[in-house]
């Protein structure tokens, strides 16, 4: 038993080597942890506070001297044609435009390409026209925020979904197929090593660079005020879901004929596993076909939480159905292997 288990490591130990040699690995895992940690650059950041400002006033009136007075926020520019106008928000040379074109009647122009700054000066607009109007109020709107999510740690159930899913479907099934290039598994059949250690070996390097590259994300983006029982949730959540994803890998690699047979399967396989997901909110059609990948549980158990503090009690349905998708995933890879390693004999 004890150099069953040796010989399993040693397995991982040279996938572990090879990974850090081979690039395309090394970027597949390094790329989605460097993005995690530049959103946390966005935590500090705020919307624009000072906004350029063009105004045609066709009816010469003192609407221009007003938002002076009134917007300091605004560094107002006089324009004296529409078309300039429109030009200069089109270049990027003004962030916002007003035409007046009598007391009660305006047309605003806004970049539709910066939409941090487009919804931003909508409001803005809005209001400071309202106050030159004196239109009284249509309605009182206290909008309170609720929680302190940061920026990093909204995005993070994402990234760490995409991830965990890449490598598990895309670098697993590419270097277990690599194992049949190299006429590997030809090898085994003559040496003291079993079929099913190869398997295991490659599984555990799936689940183990899964999970340490999420410990990864979670340090550089500072997540470490969780209570017990969210730590707890968070590790069995991401264990589960490496589990999948690296049974999916392999169930390619068994499957593909060799190494750019299964990038391929893995590629079209990667993104419709991936993509409702992303989606799911959009409406009740895509949250249900969200809800037959197994990156929707991960991603909806990591985000509940991350975001909401949840523990064991919270993400019990998502880790049921994550154990009952990796029981029938690891199934059907050892019933593929099984059968795969027949052949051979």
């Given at each position: 038993m004890v150099g069953k288990v040796r010989r399993i490591w040693a397995f991982v130990k040279k996938d572990l080597h090879e990974s850090i040699k081979n690039r395309s690995i090394f970027i597949a895992v390094i790329l989605p942890v460097v993005a995690s940690l530049l959103f946390g650059f966005l935590d500090n950041a705020q919307t624009p506070k000072s906004f350029t400002l063009g105004i045609y006033d066709q009816i010469d009136s003192e609407f221009t001297q007003f938002v002076q007075n009134t917007a300091l926020n605004f560094k107002v520019t006089v324009v004296v044609d529409q078309e300039e106008g429109r030009d200069l928000v089109k270049t990027g040379q003004l962030d916002g435009f007003i035409v007046m074109?009598?007391?009660?009647?305006?047309?605003?122009?806004?970049?539709?390409q910066r939409p941090v700054y487009f919804f931003a000066l909508s409001e803005n607009i809005t209001n400071l026209i309202e106050i030159y109007l004196q239109a009284p109020p249509r309605y009182d709107l206290e909008i309170i925020s609720v929680g302190n999510a940061t920026v990093s740690?909204?995005?993070?159930?994402?990234?760490?979904?995409?991830?965990?899913?890449?490598?598990?479907?895309?670098?697993?099934?590419?270097?277990?197929?690599?194992?049949?290039?190299?006429?590997?598994?030809?090898?085994?059949?003559?040496?003291?090593?079993?079929?099913?250690?190869?398997?295991?070996?490659?599984?555990?390097?799936?689940?183990?660079?899964?999970?340490?590259?999420?410990?990864?994300?979670?340090?550089?983006?500072?997540?470490?005020?969780?209570?017990?029982?969210?730590?707890l949730a968070l590790v069995s959540l991401t264990f589960t879901g490496a589990v999948c994803f690296t049974a999916i890998g392999l169930l390619i690699g068994v499957l593909a004929s060799g190494?750019?047979?299964?990038?391929?399967?893995?590629?079209?396989?990667?993104?419709?596993?991936?993509?409702?997901?992303?989606?799911?909110?959009?409406?009740?059609?895509?949250?249900?076909?969200?809800?037959f990948f197994p990156t929707y549980y991960v991603f909806s158990g990591?985000?509940?939480?991350?975001?909401?503090g949840h523990g064991m009690g919270g993400i019990w349905s998502q880790l049921a159905v994550l154990i009952l998708f990796g029981l029938i995933l690891l199934g059907t890879t050892f019933f593929a292997y099984g059968r795969m390693v027949n052949a051979l004999d």
């Open positions: 074109k009598d007391h009660h009647r305006f047309q605003v122009f806004l970049d539709s740690r909204s995005v993070l159930p994402v990234w760490i979904t995409i991830t965990m899913s890449m490598i598990g479907v895309m670098v697993v099934s590419g270097m277990f197929a690599e194992e049949k290039d190299n006429k590997t598994i030809e090898a085994i059949g003559v040496s003291p090593v079993g079929y099913d250690e190869l398997l295991l070996g490659k599984g555990v390097f799936g689940v183990l660079l899964s999970l340490g590259t999420v410990i990864v994300m979670l340090l550089l983006n500072r997540v470490l005020n969780l209570g017990f029982s969210s730590w190494q750019s047979t299964a990038r391929s399967v893995a590629t079209m396989i990667y993104f419709p596993l991936l993509f409702p997901t992303l989606i799911s909110d959009l409406s009740p059609f895509t949250r249900t076909l969200a809800s990591i985000e509940a939480i991350l975001l909401h």
